[in-house]
C-alpha cells in the first residue's frame, strides 16, 4: 500500500529551510511616534510619614441615601507632609488605576476609631476633596493586618493632637502680641507732652545819663530843704 508520508515530510522540510534562510532586511518604523512626558502626581512638595502599601486594604464610604457602606477602591494609603505649610492630609489611590478615592487634611478635632468588631477596620468623619468638591464622608477603611490598623490609628490621631498644639500656640501667640500692642497704646495716651513754661523776663532800667541824675538830685534837695 502506497503512502504518501515521505512525500509530504520532504515538502515541509523544504518550506522550512527556504523560510529559515529568507532574511528580507526590512525594518518597519512605527506609525506613532510617542515622546516621553513628565508625569506630575501633586505630591511632589510632601513628604510620607505614612506609607501603607498593599493592595488588600479597602476604602469604603458611607452612602445615607441607600444607609449601607460602598467601596470605593483598594489599593496605597499616604499621610503626606508639606515641605512648607507642615500640612498633613491623607491620599489613597486605586492600586491599578491610581484613581484617588480619599483626599483630605487631618485637621484638630478629628479622630479615628477602631470600627466595632473588627481590628483590621477602622472609621472617621471627614471633609474630602477625592471627588473634586468637598463633602462630608464617613470613612472605613480595611487593612491586610492588625498591626497596620494601629499604625494607621496612632499617626492620624497624632496628627490630629498636634494641630490642636498648633491652633492653641497660635492662639496664645496672637493673644500676647494683642496685649503688647494694647500696652504700648496705653502706654502713648498716659504720656502727656511737656508744656513750655513761659518766663515773663521784666524789662532792664534805662540806663540814666549823668545830666538825668543831676537833675534829678536837684529836685530832690528842693523838696527837702526847708522854706525862707
Known amino acids: 500500500m502506497a503512502t504518501n508520508e515521505p512525500e509530504h515530510e520532504h515538502r515541509y522540510a523544504e518550506e522550512s529551510g527556504a523560510?529559515?534562510?529568507?532574511?528580507?532586511?526590512?525594518?518597519?518604523?512605527?506609525?506613532?511616534r510617542l515622546e516621553e512626558v513628565a508625569v506630575t502626581t501633586g505630591e511632589e512638595d510632601e513628604d510620607a510619614i505614612l506609607f501603607v502599601?498593599?493592595?488588600?486594604?479597602?476604602?469604603y464610604r458611607f452612602d445615607k441615601e441607600a444607609n449601607q457602606w460602598k467601596e470605593r477602591g483598594a489599593g496605597t494609603v499616604k499621610l503626606l507632609k508639606h515641605k512648607s505649610t507642615g500640612k498633613?492630609?491623607?491620599?489613597?489611590?486605586?492600586?491599578?488605576?491610581?484613581?484617588?478615592?480619599?483626599?483630605?487634611?487631618?485637621?484638630?478635632?478629628?479622630?479615628?476609631?477602631?470600627?466595632?468588631?473588627?481590628?483590621?477596620?477602622?472609621?472617621?468623619?471627614?471633609?474630602?476633596?477625592a471627588d473634586g468638591e468637598l463633602k462630608d464622608e464617613l470613612f472605613c477603611i480595611r487593612f491586610a493586618s492588625i498591626e497596620?490598623?494601629?499604625a494607621f490609628m496612632q499617626k492620624f490621631n497624632e496628627v490630629a493632637e498636634s494641630e490642636?498644639?498648633?491652633?492653641?500656640?497660635?492662639?496664645?501667640?496672637?493673644?500676647?502680641?494683642?496685649?503688647?500692642?494694647?500696652?504700648?497704646e496705653e502706654t502713648k495716651t498716659e504720656e502727656k507732652p511737656v508744656e513750655?513754661?513761659?518766663?515773663?523776663?521784666?524789662p532792664e532800667e534805662k540806663t540814666k545819663t549823668e545830666p538825668?541824675?543831676?537833675?534829678?538830685?536837684?529836685?530832690?534837695?528842693?523838696?527837702?530843704?526847708?522854706?525862707?
Open 19 to 32: 523560510n529559515e534562510d529568507e532574511d528580507t532586511g526590512a525594518q518597519v518604523a512605527p506609525i506613532v
Open 53 to 59: 502599601n498593599r493592595r488588600k486594604s479597602k476604602l
Open 88 to 129: 498633613i492630609r491623607i491620599v489613597m489611590r486605586q492600586s491599578k488605576t491610581l484613581k484617588i478615592c480619599a483626599n483630605h487634611f487631618v485637621k484638630q478635632g478629628m479622630s479615628v476609631q477602631e470600627h466595632v468588631g473588627n481590628e483590621k477596620s477602622c472609621v472617621w468623619h471627614a471633609r474630602d476633596f
Open 148 to 150: 497596620n490598623c494601629k
Open 164 to 184: 490642636v498644639e498648633k491652633e492653641e500656640s497660635k492662639d496664645a501667640s496672637d493673644a500676647a502680641g494683642l496685649l503688647e500692642k494694647l500696652t504700648v
Open 196 to 202: 513750655k513754661v513761659k518766663t515773663e523776663v521784666e
Open 212 to 228: 538825668e541824675k543831676a537833675d534829678e538830685e536837684k529836685k530832690t534837695e528842693e523838696a527837702v530843704a526847708p522854706s525862707t
